[in-house]
């Protein structure tokens, strides 16, 4: 299989997606626990092949970054999980090696062409790739690039305050993944109100799944898309926008999010970028009054 998916171009940029990793084998009933057995088989037969394991009864997740290049920069937006990082209490994640500068090679990207690196929130499988291990230090991946963080999730996570049951397994990620990148100087920080960015970006508060979670609008020549990071993490959301997955900090804020994003797509006919729909990760939301269905692109 491909490491890099198809190239898409609206609204003036040009998208691809560089893969870290899918997740596989992931139990509908530990990703959504609010939704009860019969509720996921009603939705199964709506889902596309990629969306679930062979079987069509575990779900496929992906974890990726998109690579947005703009006719003046290189951006990405969310750096997976990452190599080399001290994740006990999160084996999945834990010391793990896996190519993915390489696969950014591929795309034509060296590390030192990056303008901008967003995370759209600072949990573990959005901003790993934010550093890397140099000589026993976590020194920033992408030295010429400014980091864009949300302010409150900056706020939030440096505290140890805010470690709760939910966001255990992102234990660990501020300091080896954000701090160094604060303390090199690299960081920019979006104020919890979002706004325009560059000439076609907009950052949209969309919190919930996390405390300053942001999405991405980016528009121009009449044409949407839209980078939701993890207000959704599966195609069943679409169907089911009130169901938060296990991850999600502050439930009710979350749905809201969703529900906003899944409008907002549908009545702008935007191309919505997922963080962690597997397949080509890419689509469109269509809407019928109050229900979502959405088509991979
Ligand atoms: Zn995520």
């Not at 990793?21 to 990629?50: D, N």
């Not at 990056?114 to 995370?119: A, E, K, L, P, Q």
């Not at 992408?142 to 234990?171: G, M």
């Not at 660990?172 to 954000?178: A, C, F, L, M, R």
Request: include cysteine; charged fraction near 20%; proline fraction near 6%.
């Amino acid at each position: 299989m491909s490491d890099l998916g198809k190239e898409y171009h609206i609204a003036g940029v040009t998208v691809r997606k560089v893969q870290e990793q899918y997740l596989r084998q992931v139990a509908p009933s530990f990703l959504y626990p609010a939704a009860t057995v019969e509720e996921i088989e009603a939705i199964e037969p709506g889902l596309a092949a990629a969306d679930m394991d062979d079987e069509r009864e575990t779900l496929v997740v992906s974890i990726h970054t998109w690579l947005v290049t703009t006719p003046d920069h290189v951006i990405l937006i969310d750096t997976g999980s990452g190599n080399d990082k001290e994740r006990p209490r999160n084996p999945g994640f834990h010391h793990q090696s896996i190519p993915f500068l390489e696969r950014l090679h591929h795309a034509g990207v060296e590390p030192g062409d990056v303008d901008f690196v967003i995370n759209t929130h600072l949990h573990v499988d959005h901003s790993g790739w934010n550093t890397v291990l140099e000589h026993g230090k976590w020194v920033p991946t992408f030295k010429n690039a400014r980091y864009v963080f949300p302010r409150a999730e900056q706020e939030y996570y440096s505290s140890t305050a805010s470690h709760n049951d939910v966001n255990i397994p992102s234990l660990g990620v501020y300091e080896d993944s954000v701090w160094p990148i604060i303390d090199g100087g690299l960081a920019d920080f979006i104020d919890s109100t979002g706004g325009s960015f560059l000439d076609r970006f907009t950052f949209l508060p969309t919190p919930g799944h996390s405390i300053g979670h942001m999405s991405v609008l980016v528009e121009a020549g009449g044409e949407a898309a839209i980078f939701g990071g993890d207000v959704m993490h599966h195609p069943i959301q679409v169907e089911r926008p009130d169901l938060n997955t296990v991850f999600c900090e502050f439930a009710d804020q979350a749905t809201r999010s969703r529900r906003r994003i899944l409008e907002l797509a549908a009545d702008n006919r935007a191309l919505y970028f997922s963080t962690h729909f597997p397949g080509s990760s890419a689509g469109h939301v269509t809407r019928n009054g109050n229900r979502f269905r959405w088509s991979y692109a």
